[in-house]
């Protein structure tokens, strides 16, 4: 399982960079073999679990969905990470349109910390007069 992604992107209205990414919001279309995300952006991981609030967000549309064993999340994570940085081309329909690129790819995945073992139980204190 994954916590979120490491890349440093820079947030164009500030020139600050966003450096941990976590997916906040999905949705799976299983008639139209789509998967919708919103992943936004915090200065780090640190950021994130101290309960900072994102400094981006990104809207992302895969055109594959998980399959019945897999986790949604995992799948989300490993398929923006995985995706070509490359712009693809742009539409010719809509020519003013920007060419679209994963801004996500190549991303570090971070997994999901192991818990913390159990404390082991206190010894069970010795019986009177031994």
Known sequence: MYLGINKSIE???????SGFHRITWYSVDLTSKTMTLTVSGYVSADAFN????????????????PGDTDLPLDFAYKAITASAPVPAAPDPAHPMMPAVSNVFAGATLVPVPAPAPAPSPAPAPAAPGK
């Open 11 to 17: 947030v164009d209205a500030t020139g600050a960079i």
């Open 50 to 65: 101290a309960g900072k609030q994102a400094m981006l967000s990104t809207n992302v549309t895969l055109q594959a969905v």
